[in-house]
């Protein structure tokens, strides 16, 4: 796996460049600003993009600006997103498009080495990599549209641990229920959101961050 990191924090840089070659990725280019990042990214064709959501020169969102042109002009490209805190509107504008091959993290998971190179992994091969508080924030902010005040409790659960990107299998795994449980809750979830089932993980995970994300 080859990777370009955009973090303008030399520690946090380093650090994420160590725990990847520790865990046999290959970091192309490390740069301390967004500036050059699409140029970069154009010329060393990584299988995946880490940026910062502020970097220089005004600290606001160049990271996130150039994700999303990232993302426009090279599409399909794997991005994952770090940011210090939950910024819902961010989140929304980067989800705002396909979210095949997309993540947003905060900062404080890369401490878990297990479970951010397992986000990394996962969003290099297309997957969706969804901090736990995004989605929870996410779900906070649509529980009183509808038909989402239908969902039981249960298939609430389901339904934020499908936005973080885990399969049918994690779920399973994280709830303690079968296969075929968690495959009931899903089609019973699209079925009451209006949203047709899809064949993939991935795609049902779009289906749900495109209601979530909508105005």
């Known amino acids: 796996m080859r990777v370009v990191i955009a973090e303008d924090s030399v520690l946090l840089r380093e650090g994420i460049t160590r725990i990847l070659a520790e865990h046999g990725a290959e970091v192309a280019a490390a740069l301390g600003d967004a500036g050059r990042l699409l140029a970069v990214v154009r010329e060393s064709k990584p299988d995946l993009v880490i940026v910062d959501v502020r970097m220089p020169p005004t600290f606001t969102d160049e990271g996130l600006r150039a994700a999303v042109e990232l993302r426009s002009v090279l599409p399909g490209t794997p991005v994952l997103v770090l940011s ?52 929870a924030q996410l779900l906070v902010r649509s529980r009183r549209r509808e038909p989402l005040a239908t969902l039981t409790p249960r298939e609430r659960e389901v339904l934020g641990l499908m936005a973080e990107g885990l399969s049918n299998s994690g779920i399973a795994q994280r709830l303690v229920v079968s296969d075929g ?18 064949d993939t993980d991935h795609r049902r995970v779009l289906a749900v961050l495109t209601y979530l994300g909508s105005d």
Do not use: M
């Open 84 to 135: 210090q805190y939950v910024e819902e509107r961010f989140a929304t504008e980067l989800l705002g498009g396909s979210t095949v091959g997309v993540g947003y993290l905060l900062k404080e998971r890369v401490a878990d080495v297990s479970d951010f190179i397992s986000a990394c992994r996962r969003v290099a091969i297309g997957g969706t990599a969804l901090d736990p508080e995004v989605v």
């Open 181 to 198: 449980a968690v495959e009931k809750h899903i089609t019973s979830i699209l079925s009451k959101l209006e949203l047709s089932t899809a």
